[in-house]
């Protein structure tokens, strides 16, 4: 091998140890990094947890609060019509105009069971407003789920209001639970 082929050979190894270095270095950066991150993520949880346990007590009263004052469902039926009945209700205490209404398919989740009204109301806003505050009062367990309020065509003065109410149930109780004193729930 001429003294050339041996510096050019030794200036390519040379290269391709460079060129191979700077790859790992980048990996490993990369590994770094992303350890870095999984860090922060965990340090950030862990913050989480601690003041969600600073919070026990209060997080403990509110679960009181949902077993004694929380509604249960004894029919679908039943409780959409107490839902729709009390909408109604307040609607007419307030002098609002009912034009349409729909009940809704209830829902079931792990720690509710929900029903649901539409109502189209036409009425004054100020009045809207008032009917709005006396629904969704916090012991109700009520909540808006759609809200759409457009101008009347016929009367300008009035809004037309498009509203779903859904109403929060307990879960029913099952055969465990019933069991355990539902002291763990």
């Not at 990369?30 to 999984?38: N, T």
């Amino acid at each position: 091998m001429k003294p050339s082929e041996r510096r050019l050979l030794l200036i390519l190894s040379v290269l391709a140890t460079l060129c191979g270095t700077a790859i790992l270095v980048q990996r490993l950066l990369g590994l770094q990094h992303a350890v870095e991150r999984r860090e922060q993520a965990l340090e950030l949880k862990q913050m989480e947890a601690h003041a969600m346990l600073a919070q026990e007590e209060l997080w403990k009263a509110r679960l009181e609060w949902l077993k004694e004052h929380q509604p249960t469902m004894t029919s679908e039926n039943q409780a959409s019509e107490e839902l729709l009945d009390a909408m109604l209700s307040l609607a007419n205490k307030h002098h609002l105009t009912v034009q349409k209404k729909q009940l809704h398919e209830s829902t079931r989740q792990s720690f509710y069971h929900e029903v649901g009204v539409t109502l189209t109301v036409l009425g004054d806003l100020p009045d809207v407003f008032r009917w709005m505050h006396d629904l969704l009062m916090p012991d109700s367990f009520r909540l808006v789920a759609q809200l759409k309020i457009m101008p009347d065509v016929k009367d300008s003065s009035k809004v037309l209001v498009i509203v779903r109410i859904n109403r929060r149930h307990a879960p029913a109780i099952t055969a465990n639970d019933a069991a355990r004193g539902r002291s763990d729930l």
